[in-house]
Protein backbone atom coordinates (compact mmCIF):
# COMPACT_ATOMS: atom_id res chain seq x y z
CA UNK A 1 0.00 0.00 0.00
CA UNK A 2 1.28 3.33 -0.78
CA UNK A 3 0.06 6.98 0.31
CA UNK A 4 -1.45 9.21 -1.70
CA UNK A 5 -1.27 12.69 -0.15
CA UNK A 6 -3.68 15.57 -0.12
CA UNK A 7 -1.94 19.06 -1.59
CA UNK A 8 -4.13 21.45 0.48
CA UNK A 9 -2.57 20.04 4.04
CA UNK A 10 -0.51 17.41 3.17
CA UNK A 11 -2.94 14.79 4.54
CA UNK A 12 -3.54 11.55 3.84
CA UNK A 13 -5.98 11.31 1.17
CA UNK A 14 -5.57 7.11 0.84
CA UNK A 15 -3.55 4.37 -0.55
CA UNK A 16 -3.40 2.63 -3.67
CA UNK A 17 -3.25 -1.34 -3.39
CA UNK A 18 -0.11 -2.15 -5.62
CA UNK A 19 0.71 -5.56 -7.36
CA UNK A 20 4.21 -6.88 -6.52
CA UNK A 21 4.28 -10.28 -8.67
CA UNK A 22 7.50 -11.33 -7.51
CA UNK A 23 9.91 -12.55 -8.75
CA UNK A 24 7.92 -10.47 -11.37
CA UNK A 25 7.72 -7.39 -13.20
CA UNK A 26 3.92 -6.13 -12.78
CA UNK A 27 4.35 -6.00 -16.83
CA UNK A 28 5.62 -9.56 -16.91
CA UNK A 29 2.81 -11.08 -14.81
CA UNK A 30 -0.15 -9.20 -16.77
CA UNK A 31 0.77 -10.46 -20.12
CA UNK A 32 1.59 -14.14 -19.68
CA UNK A 33 -2.18 -13.72 -17.40
CA UNK A 34 -3.24 -12.14 -20.77
CA UNK A 35 -1.85 -15.32 -22.75
CA UNK A 36 -3.83 -17.52 -20.49
CA UNK A 37 -6.95 -15.46 -20.35
CA UNK A 38 -6.92 -15.06 -16.56
CA UNK A 39 -7.25 -11.27 -16.23
CA UNK A 40 -10.76 -11.93 -14.30
CA UNK A 41 -8.99 -13.93 -12.12
CA UNK A 42 -6.31 -11.97 -10.48
CA UNK A 43 -8.63 -8.90 -10.69
CA UNK A 44 -11.21 -10.48 -8.79
CA UNK A 45 -8.47 -11.39 -6.08
CA UNK A 46 -6.98 -7.81 -6.04
CA UNK A 47 -10.44 -6.61 -5.61
CA UNK A 48 -11.22 -8.79 -2.42
CA UNK A 49 -7.84 -9.13 -1.05
CA UNK A 50 -7.28 -5.29 -1.18
CA UNK A 51 -9.75 -4.64 0.60
CA UNK A 52 -9.39 -7.41 2.96
CA UNK A 53 -6.17 -6.41 3.97
CA UNK A 54 -6.65 -2.79 3.57
CA UNK A 55 -9.43 -3.44 6.53
CA UNK A 56 -6.82 -5.05 8.57
CA UNK A 57 -4.40 -2.34 8.56
CA UNK A 58 -6.63 -0.04 9.79
CA UNK A 59 -5.22 2.29 7.37
CA UNK A 60 -7.21 5.71 6.99
CA UNK A 61 -8.19 7.80 3.76
CA UNK A 62 -9.85 5.79 0.88
CA UNK A 63 -8.20 2.61 -1.11
CA UNK A 64 -7.27 2.47 -4.76
CA UNK A 65 -7.65 -0.33 -6.53
CA UNK A 66 -6.33 -1.51 -10.10
CA UNK A 67 -8.77 -2.65 -12.52
CA UNK A 68 -8.10 -3.92 -15.93
CA UNK A 69 -10.65 -2.29 -18.98
CA UNK A 70 -10.87 -5.25 -21.15
CA UNK A 71 -12.63 -7.17 -18.02
CA UNK A 72 -15.77 -7.73 -16.46
CA UNK A 73 -16.63 -8.10 -13.04
CA UNK A 74 -19.06 -10.46 -11.38
CA UNK A 75 -21.96 -9.51 -9.19
CA UNK A 76 -21.38 -11.97 -6.69
CA UNK A 77 -17.21 -10.72 -6.39
CA UNK A 78 -18.80 -7.22 -5.63
CA UNK A 79 -21.41 -8.38 -4.00
CA UNK A 80 -18.52 -10.21 -1.83
CA UNK A 81 -15.84 -7.17 -1.15
CA UNK A 82 -19.21 -5.00 -0.74
CA UNK A 83 -20.14 -7.68 2.40
CA UNK A 84 -16.02 -7.77 3.55
CA UNK A 85 -16.19 -4.15 4.24
CA UNK A 86 -19.59 -3.93 4.98
CA UNK A 87 -20.48 0.13 5.88
CA UNK A 88 -16.89 0.83 6.52
CA UNK A 89 -15.92 1.14 2.73
CA UNK A 90 -18.78 3.01 1.34
CA UNK A 91 -17.46 5.44 -0.23
CA UNK A 92 -14.18 4.53 0.45
CA UNK A 93 -13.26 2.95 -2.15
CA UNK A 94 -11.59 4.33 -5.92
CA UNK A 95 -11.22 1.83 -8.69
CA UNK A 96 -8.34 3.03 -11.40
CA UNK A 97 -8.23 1.91 -15.17
CA UNK A 98 -5.11 0.90 -16.40
CA UNK A 99 -3.80 1.44 -19.52
CA UNK A 100 -2.99 -2.06 -20.10
CA UNK A 101 -5.24 -3.59 -21.95
CA UNK A 102 -7.87 -2.55 -25.09
CA UNK A 103 -11.02 -0.42 -23.90
CA UNK A 104 -14.11 -2.47 -24.26
CA UNK A 105 -17.63 -0.77 -23.82
CA UNK A 106 -19.23 -3.96 -23.15
CA UNK A 107 -16.96 -5.22 -20.10
CA UNK A 108 -16.33 -1.79 -19.02
CA UNK A 109 -20.84 -1.43 -18.80
CA UNK A 110 -20.90 -4.76 -17.02
CA UNK A 111 -18.26 -3.87 -14.30
CA UNK A 112 -19.20 -0.06 -13.78
CA UNK A 113 -22.98 -2.15 -13.33
CA UNK A 114 -21.57 -4.61 -10.97
CA UNK A 115 -20.01 -1.49 -8.80
CA UNK A 116 -23.15 0.39 -8.75
CA UNK A 117 -25.48 -2.64 -7.67
CA UNK A 118 -22.46 -3.51 -4.52
CA UNK A 119 -23.66 -0.34 -3.36
CA UNK A 120 -20.25 0.52 -2.22
CA UNK A 121 -20.33 4.24 -3.84
CA UNK A 122 -17.20 3.41 -5.30
CA UNK A 123 -15.26 6.09 -7.70
CA UNK A 124 -13.58 5.58 -10.66
CA UNK A 125 -10.24 7.15 -11.71
CA UNK A 126 -8.10 6.96 -14.90
CA UNK A 127 -4.69 5.39 -14.02
CA UNK A 128 -1.72 6.98 -16.11
CA UNK A 129 -3.19 9.63 -18.19
CA UNK A 130 -1.33 11.56 -20.58
CA UNK A 131 0.82 8.46 -22.20
CA UNK A 132 -0.59 4.90 -23.83
CA UNK A 133 -3.97 4.34 -23.98
CA UNK A 134 -4.81 6.81 -21.51
CA UNK A 135 -3.84 10.21 -23.00
CA UNK A 136 -6.65 11.81 -23.84
CA UNK A 137 -9.66 13.47 -24.09
CA UNK A 138 -11.77 10.55 -25.63
CA UNK A 139 -10.46 7.97 -23.03
CA UNK A 140 -11.95 10.65 -20.27
CA UNK A 141 -15.40 10.51 -22.54
CA UNK A 142 -15.61 7.18 -22.34
CA UNK A 143 -15.00 5.98 -18.47
CA UNK A 144 -16.40 9.59 -17.08
CA UNK A 145 -14.16 9.54 -13.99
CA UNK A 146 -14.29 11.40 -10.92
CA UNK A 147 -10.49 11.50 -10.90
CA UNK A 148 -7.21 11.23 -13.00
CA UNK A 149 -3.90 10.19 -12.11
CA UNK A 150 -1.19 11.73 -14.62
CA UNK A 151 1.53 9.66 -15.37
CA UNK A 152 4.93 9.91 -13.59
CA UNK A 153 6.65 10.20 -17.53
CA UNK A 154 4.99 13.67 -17.26
CA UNK A 155 5.65 14.81 -13.49
CA UNK A 156 9.58 13.53 -14.01
CA UNK A 157 11.72 16.34 -14.04
CA UNK A 158 8.51 18.79 -14.75
CA UNK A 159 10.08 21.80 -12.56
CA UNK A 160 12.65 21.81 -15.52
CA UNK A 161 10.66 21.15 -18.51
CA UNK A 162 8.83 23.55 -19.85
CA UNK A 163 7.00 21.12 -22.17
CA UNK A 164 5.66 19.08 -19.73
CA UNK A 165 4.80 22.30 -18.01
CA UNK A 166 2.55 22.84 -20.73
CA UNK A 167 1.31 19.68 -21.20
CA UNK A 168 0.04 20.04 -17.45
CA UNK A 169 -1.36 22.95 -17.78
CA UNK A 170 -3.66 22.20 -20.49
CA UNK A 171 -4.52 18.88 -18.67
CA UNK A 172 -5.46 20.54 -15.39
CA UNK A 173 -7.48 23.19 -17.86
CA UNK A 174 -9.68 20.37 -18.98
CA UNK A 175 -9.77 18.37 -15.83
CA UNK A 176 -10.98 21.52 -14.10
CA UNK A 177 -13.61 22.25 -16.79
CA UNK A 178 -15.16 18.54 -16.14
CA UNK A 179 -15.08 19.19 -12.32
CA UNK A 180 -12.51 16.16 -12.16
CA UNK A 181 -9.80 15.73 -9.97
CA UNK A 182 -6.18 15.63 -10.66
CA UNK A 183 -3.41 13.28 -8.70
CA UNK A 184 0.21 13.14 -9.74
CA UNK A 185 1.81 10.64 -9.36
CA UNK A 186 5.30 9.39 -9.59
CA UNK A 187 6.80 12.44 -7.51
CA UNK A 188 10.17 11.58 -6.24
CA UNK A 189 11.81 14.77 -5.78
CA UNK A 190 11.74 17.78 -3.72
CA UNK A 191 11.58 20.28 -6.57
CA UNK A 192 8.65 18.14 -8.43
CA UNK A 193 7.03 18.36 -5.16
CA UNK A 194 7.12 22.23 -4.90
CA UNK A 195 6.74 22.93 -8.52
CA UNK A 196 3.50 21.07 -8.01
CA UNK A 197 2.54 22.69 -4.87
CA UNK A 198 2.12 25.41 -7.05
CA UNK A 199 -0.13 24.52 -9.34
CA UNK A 200 -4.01 23.05 -9.58
CA UNK A 201 -3.10 19.46 -8.49
CA UNK A 202 -5.31 18.00 -5.75
CA UNK A 203 -3.55 14.90 -4.63
CA UNK A 204 0.02 13.75 -4.94
CA UNK A 205 1.81 10.08 -5.22
CA UNK A 206 5.40 8.91 -4.98
CA UNK A 207 8.17 7.75 -3.86
CA UNK A 208 9.06 11.54 -2.29
CA UNK A 209 5.91 11.48 -0.28
CA UNK A 210 5.52 7.60 0.71
CA UNK A 211 6.91 4.50 -0.53
CA UNK A 212 5.04 1.29 -0.60
CA UNK A 213 4.44 -1.40 1.78
CA UNK A 214 3.08 -4.56 2.55
CA UNK A 215 0.14 -4.36 4.82
CA UNK A 216 2.17 -6.38 7.46
CA UNK A 217 4.22 -3.77 7.90
CA UNK A 218 1.76 -1.12 8.45
CA UNK A 219 0.36 -4.01 10.92
CA UNK A 220 3.62 -4.06 13.05
CA UNK A 221 3.56 -0.24 13.05
CA UNK A 222 0.32 -0.50 14.53
CA UNK A 223 1.03 -2.96 17.59
CA UNK A 224 3.77 -0.56 17.97
Same mark, same amino acid.
Given at each position: YQPIINV??????GYEALMRPMPFSPMEFINELTKRDKLQLVEEITNYYGVKY?????????LFINTFPSTCMRLEVSAAVAELGGTTMIGRVVYEILEYTTKNRFAYNIK??????????? #??? %? *?????????DLECIDF???? #??? %? *??????DIDRDTVKQEILEQMCYDMQSRNIKLLAEGVETQEEYNYLKMQPIDYMQGYFLGKPKLYTEYIKEEVK
Amino acid at each position: YQPIINVKDDSIFGYEALMRPMPFSPMEFINELTKRDKLQLVEEITNYYGVKYFLETGLEGKLFINTFPSTCMRLEVSAAVAELGGTTMIGRVVYEILEYTTKNRFAYNIKRTAINESNVQA #LIA %I *DDYGTGSNYDLECIDFYKPD #LVK %I *DREIISDIDRDTVKQEILEQMCYDMQSRNIKLLAEGVETQEEYNYLKMQPIDYMQGYFLGKPKLYTEYIKEEVK
